[in-house]
């Protein structure tokens, strides 16, 4: 079956340190991946994206590595902030479709002063 | 500059009711996606419009369905509510064409339907 599994407990992270973000997917072909930021009560924002023939993509303080192979995506924040406490949503765009993206359930992730 | 504008935020509704959710895309943008969020979960796929015509569905019922207007913004209607259907319904945006999502979509913050 397809799936998108993101870590399913939440992430408490020291202020200060990375925190890393995995997004595993089977039995999908994505043509790009996307990452992104969601505050309670609000919508999705759009933090970065990374083509299936890219390996790594940074974005100030964010990083993001996709493994084909691995069928994986690691999303990094350096020198994390309290103010970077949010859930992180994993979404892929298949190449059989042009219109739709389909998202992991999200880590949420907290960052302690 | 506006981004997506949803209204209302929040709606509750009786079981058997119909619902209509409204969105206006981001200045610029001419390609609705809407989506179904419930607790705990990523965003799920309904439909998308383009040139004011379904351009794909996802997994849900007919009883979900859409309006695209010349001016772009979009309607979302549900039919036959079911207790199932209280979730955080949200509307995204992007320019269309082959690099469709390239630069990310736009969300609005969402309408929070509740079916009691």
């Known amino acids: 079956s397809q799936k998108i599994e993101q870590n399913s407990e939440a992430l408490n992270i020291q202020e200060g340190k990375t925190a890393t973000l995995t997004c595993n997917y089977t039995n999908y072909s994505p043509a790009y991946l996307q990452w992104y930021r969601q505050d309670p009560g609000r919508g999705p924002v759009f933090l970065l994206l990374?083509?299936?023939?890219?390996k790594e993509k940074r974005k100030e303080r964010l990083k993001v590595t996709f493994d084909t192979t691995l069928k994986q995506s690691l999303f990094h924040i350096t020198a994390s902030q309290p103010a970077d406490s949010a859930t992180y949503l994993c979404?892929?765009?298949?190449?059989?479709?042009?219109?739709?993206?389909?998202f992991g359930s999200g880590t949420r992730l907290s960052i302690r002063p | 500059d506006a981004g997506v504008t949803q209204s209302p935020t929040h709606l509750i509704k009786t079981r058997g009711q119909q619902v209509t959710l409204r969105c206006s895309p981001k200045?610029?943008?001419?390609?609705v996606s809407w989506y179904q969020q419930a607790l705990g979960q990523g965003p799920q796929f309904i439909f998308q419009?383009?040139?004011?015509?379904?351009?794909q569905r996802g997994n849900f019922p007919d009883r979900f369905s859409g309006h695209q207007f010349p001016n772009y913004s979009s309607e979302l209607n549900v039919n036959a509510l079911l207790l199932g259907d209280s979730a955080l319904y949200l509307c995204?945006?992007?320019?269309?064409?082959?690099?469709?999502?390239?630069?990310?979509?736009?969300f609005g913050s969402g309408t929070r339907l509740t079916v009691v």
């Open positions: 419009y383009y040139e004011e015509e379904e351009r």
């Open positions: 995204a945006s992007s320019p269309g064409g082959p690099r469709q999502g390239f630069y990310g979509y736009t």
């Open positions: 979404a892929l765009r298949l190449y059989s479709s042009a219109s739709k993206i389909i």
């Open positions: 200045s610029g943008h001419d390609t």
């Open positions: 990374i083509r299936e023939n890219e």
